[in-house]
């Protein structure tokens, strides 16, 4: 008898299951029934098994080199190769993986981060976002620009590392002013007229949403919106 033998012999489920299957008499739905409840445990076994060894991975995490910098802001960020240098060898001890899926369609842009165990379970958050619009680019360069940006967010959002695109006070002032609800709808409706995403307005500015961008930055984005749009009209 061979070891793998030996370990499948050892599961009494599996062992219940083959003397199911000998017996003729028993209706197909019950050896149905006992295969259906083999899967659901060996499923809910395979998702203990990932939460215990993503947790033990988690709190061996390195911090994230900062190899970038905002040219608006002056603030460093990590990219995305430092993301995954700083974090792939981390996720290999423990059997883990982290690699993204995306899906293009027009100039909407989706991507996937997934973490996934060697025992099958994963877990996985998506965000979207519309085709980068830099006048610099080419189609295919605008693509790959979105791409490696929604790529940089869902890989630290899933493995719960900071970035450095943060908002911090520090420095800044804690009473810094932000947007009202008048300047927010104002802010998304132009950009929204210039065909330009607001997460790469948010990311000029250094925050993550438009609710935390600082309100004396307000009449400049709307200016390079309005700019965006003349160049798009004249070209």
């Given at each position: ?42 499923k ?28 608006h ?14 974090t792939r060898?981390?996720?290999?001890r ?13 100039n ?16 996985s958050?998506t965000?979207a ?6 006048k610099?680019m080419?189609t295919?360069?605008?693509g ?18 900071a970035?450095g ?14 947007l ?12 929204k007229e ?21 309100a004396?930055?307000?009449?400049a984005a ?12 004249n070209?």
């Open positions: 008898m061979t070891k793998e033998t030996q370990i499948v012999a050892a599961d009494p489920m599996v062992s219940m299951i083959e003397r199911v299957a000998m017996d003729p008499n028993l209706p197909i739905e019950r050896l149905t029934t006992l295969m259906d409840m083999h899967e659901r445990m060996m809910k076994g395979s998702e203990q098994t990932f939460n215990r060894v993503f947790a033990e991975a988690m709190s061996e995490m390195p911090n994230v080199p900062r190899s970038g910098q905002n040219n802001t002056k603030q460093r960020y990590s990219t995305l190769d430092d993301l995954i240098i700083a060898p981390v996720l290999s423990h059997g883990l993986s982290l690699n993204w899926q995306t899906t293009a369609s027009g909407e842009y989706s991507v996937s981060a997934i973490v996934r165990h060697a025992d099958g379970h994963s877990i958050t965000l976002g519309a085709r980068d619009s830099g610099s080419n295919l360069q605008a790959g620009s979105t791409e490696t940006y929604l790529k940089r967010y869902t890989g630290f959002s899933i493995l719960g590392l970035s695109d943060e908002v911090d006070d520090d420095g800044r002032g804690a009473d810094t002013k932000m009202n609800e008048d300047q927010i709808t104002a802010l998304a409706a132009k950009a210039a065909a330009v995403d607001p997460s790469k307005i948010c990311l000029a500015a250094g925050v993550s949403t438009l609710d935390q961008f600082p004396s930055q307000f009449d709307m200016k390079r919106l309005d700019k965006n749009m003349e160049a798009k009209t070209a």
